[in-house]
């Protein structure tokens, strides 16, 4: 319809259509009352006439009305005016004393309800105010967004998923400007938010620029998942080698373990195994393949992880004797352990524990620490 604009309001099927004169800038304060009234009103119906008896919570998230997650009327209040969009009811609210930062149910904030429905103004603004993008939501099954529309993991802060796509990079990138060094990992995964964003399963691809945006806040590159893997071998599982590369640049180290003892090389070299697996299987693909950016990308990381002194045959011989034991340890426990290097401690007490476990008391690995912690 020409000249006008439709508003759902809360998590009733009502649409209201306004006269393009009341959605102009300088009719502002009529809309603002007009949207007030409909919600009022709405959530009287909500209270009063539920559907079957229960909330209806069959509507996807970003339909639902702010009452099932708020119990103030100020607060449900301060949602609509973010899902609006209007700066100015926004900044009258807190100037009533509502509190911007107040976390409701599930983990539902105002700043996240301004990103559930792309309200760029409202998000910026609850941004500027320091609102906290890390609070982790644990949504019911039956409420999870809209696939549609972004993606969600239980667990999930709005940093982690914003990071999980790529067309809402623009919100990681705002939220990452006001919120420096800040740390924001998912409870039930261990991913942090960089890890989160190298798990895309929407446009999946590599996004230099926007990992630029986590050098620039502080991020850290070294952070490992809950199965102790750096972000270079996330980036590797994705085959962006030139994201391996980049992170290797930037500071992540080659040197981590993760909980099957293996490190960056180790990855490696099995993906060195897939390829020419591949390459024999499908020999029409190989001159594709010599011809390709991917092929560079592969190059240039092996060059980099041999200057650092990582041998592809090395680790390829690490991986045919993974089964073996020596000193009643597995292979890649025994050289983890011969290395003595200030990562053989890392993924917590974990392995401290493993090792202790495997031997007695007076045996020299019972009482291992790492370097650092050597007095």
């Known amino acids: 319809m020409t000249g006008t604009q439709q508003t759902l309001v809360g998590s009733l099927d009502c649409v209201v259509v306004l006269p393009k004169a009341l959605v102009d800038l300088n009719a502002a304060k009529w809309r603002r009352r007009m949207v007030r009234s409909l919600l009022m009103a709405s959530l009287a119906l909500v209270l009063i006439v539920p559907a079957n008896g229960q909330e209806d919570r069959h509507l996807p998230l970003h339909r639902q009305s702010p009452s099932l997650f708020f119990t103030g009327v100020a607060e449900q209040e301060l949602c609509i005016a973010a899902q609006c969009g209007d700066i100015s009811w926004l900044q009258s609210l807190l100037a009533a004393g509502v509190d911007p930062h107040v976390v409701g149910k599930w983990g539902v904030t105002p700043v996240y309800w301004a990103f559930l429905h792309s309200q760029e103004k409202s998000y910026s603004y609850l941004l500027e105010l320091g609102c906290d993008v890390t ?164 190059e240039k990381l092996l060059k980099h992880l041999r200057d650092r002194g990582y041998s592809l045959t090395e680790a390829l011989i690490d991986l045919e004797r993974r089964e073996q034991l020596v000193e009643d340890l597995p292979f890649m426990v025994w050289r983890r352990l011969q290395r003595d290097d200030r990562y053989c401690g890392e993924n917590g007490q974990q392995f401290r524990d493993y090792v202790k476990r495997r031997f007695p008391e007076d045996h020299p690995y019972a009482t291992w620490v790492p370097p650092g912690e050597r007095k």
Request: with cysteine.
């Open 135 to 298: 609070v982790p939501l644990h949504l019911p099954p039956n409420l999870w967004p809209d696939t549609r529309l972004s993606e969600y993991s239980d667990g999930d802060s709005l940093l982690l998923q914003a990071a999980r796509r790529v067309s809402s990079a623009r919100w990681l990138t705002e939220a990452l400007a006001y919120n420096h060094a800040v740390q924001c990992r998912n409870p039930e995964t261990g991913f942090d938010v960089v890890h989160t964003f190298l798990c895309q399963t929407i446009e999946n691809r590599w996004r230099p620029d926007v990992a630029q945006e986590f050098v620039k806040a502080g991020i850290n590159l070294n952070a490992l998942d809950i199965r102790g893997e750096s972000v270079a071998i996330r980036a590797l599982d994705n085959r962006w080698y030139d994201a391996v590369l980049w992170f290797l640049e930037n500071g992540t180290s080659p040197d981590t373990y993760n909980s099957e003892h293996l490190q960056l090389i180790h990855h490696v070299a099995m993906e060195y195994r897939t390829i020419h697996r591949m390459l024999k299987v499908q020999p029409e693909t190989q001159q594709e393949w010599e011809a390709s950016d991917r092929k560079r990308a592969w």
